[in-house]
């Protein structure tokens, strides 16, 4: 039995995961080594050793959680805890929150600072694709299988954008969106969230609207508009963005020798990560990235597909809109294509939050692939046998007249 489930477990995804994150290890120190020391004044593999212990303990998660059956976490105890903290979590950040990059997202313990939010993303798969999962059979009456875990989500979305986090709270509303289309609920049903939905966030936008519309806010619309208007202003850091990405060329300018990481890019190991890995690996670098991570997004979707259980396969479907929505925004933001929103490259980017929150995920979509492959491999095999079986005893028990 535990040779089978060992057999069954998805190694190319795991060593995807290895790889990237041992990459992305390896790209926070060369991004961050002059910064740690210019602009923290701290020795330069600071950011370096910090995120070689989340990697750690990012591994002890990863494998808790690939080992641990998934289908334990559907329970009402689990998904209450879920539901309780999450919400405890989010208001006590009007209370005890740090103020990081002008939101107040961060609980500081010592040296250490933890982003509730990054818990909360997978707290929220985890309790839509459960409840979902167990509504399968009135999944389409509005009032009783659609509307009550929406609630949760409105409350969850509200708490992260008054911090205010609108781009962590527009992640989250995504997956969730994901999870719901993929839940199968019908269209019309769908169109109701949505026009509820439109309803709720139009006074929520006018009551914030200062926040919203802040002056920081709009200098980034600003600045993705036309960043080179104000390059010293609002485009600075899209500016040195696009100097990064453009001078890499096809094979980079070398390990190391990145020329904006020494101060000109601002956050150069966290969300403009991968402007150095252009810069000093080129098209390869970029290309590594790009397509290990759009392999952990198809595998999720591939696990997706083939799950029988409905609540393996909304899990899927929302770990890997996770990876996937994090990794657009990111990439998008840093290239110009939408306004910048502070999102860390999920496995490269610096931060234990993140890593230690990707590892949980992670180990939740290796434990679904192997149950998936489990039963593809040997379940199927069983029950092949115990057909054949009964056929002969059948055939053994029928007398034929002479």
């Excluded at 453009?246 to 390990?255: F, H, I, M, Y």
């Amino acid at each position: 039995m535990l040779k089978k489930i060992i057999k069954s477990y998805d190694y190319s995804l795991i060593i995807v995961l290895v790889l990237l994150s041992l990459f992305g290890l390896v790209m926070i120190y060369s991004s961050s080594m002059v910064s740690a020391v210019q602009r923290y004044d701290v020795s330069s593999d600071f950011f370096y050793q910090k995120q070689k212990l989340h990697l750690i303990a990012g591994l002890f998660v990863f494998v808790f959680m690939s080992i641990f059956p998934y289908k334990i976490m559907k329970s009402n105890k689990i998904l209450g805890i879920i539901v309780v903290g999450s919400l405890v979590m989010l208001s006590a950040l009007f209370i005890f929150g740090h103020v990081a990059g002008n939101a107040q997202s961060w609980f500081q313990l010592g040296s250490r600072s933890i982003q509730p939010s990054e818990f909360v993303k997978i707290g929220v798969i985890i309790y839509l694709s459960a409840v979902y999962a167990k509504k399968q059979s009135y999944i389409n009456e509005f009032n009783h299988g659609v509307v009550p875990p929406v609630i949760y989500l409105v409350f969850v979305c509200v708490l992260v954008a008054v911090q205010p986090d609108f781009g962590t709270a527009a992640i989250i509303f995504s997956i969730a969106a994901m999870i719901i289309i993929a839940s199968g609920m019908n269209i019309k049903n769908i169109m109701k969230l949505i026009l509820i939905g439109a309803v709720l966030v139009l006074p929520f936008v006018l009551v914030l609207q200062d926040e919203i519309f802040s002056e920081t806010r709009l200098s980034r619309f600003e600045a993705f508009n036309d960043p080179f208007s104000d390059e010293q202003g609002s485009g600075y850091q899209l500016v040195n963005s696009f100097l990064a990405l453009g001078s890499g060329g096809v094979n980079g300018l070398g390990l190391g020798q990145s020329v904006q990481k020494l101060g000109y890019l601002p956050e150069s190991h966290t969300d403009f990560i991968m402007a150095v890995i252009a810069e000093e690996l080129g098209v390869w670098g970029v290309a590594f990235v790009i397509l290990s991570l759009g392999f952990v997004v198809l595998k999720g979707i591939y696990t997706a597909l083939k799950c029988k259980d409905p609540f393996g396969t909304l899990l899927a479907v929302g770990i890997s809109s996770m990876i996937g929505i994090q990794s657009f925004t990111n990439l998008a933001g840093i290239s110009g294509l939408i306004p910048l929103t502070g999102v860390p490259l999920p496995f490269v980017s610096y931060g234990g939050s993140s890593i230690l929150q990707l590892s949980f995920a992670m180990g939740i979509l290796v434990n679904v692939s192997m149950f998936v492959n489990y039963e593809q491999k040997y379940k199927h095999k069983e029950s092949e046998k115990q057909s054949s079986l009964s056929k002969k005893n059948i055939t053994g028990t029928i007398n034929f007249p002479s």
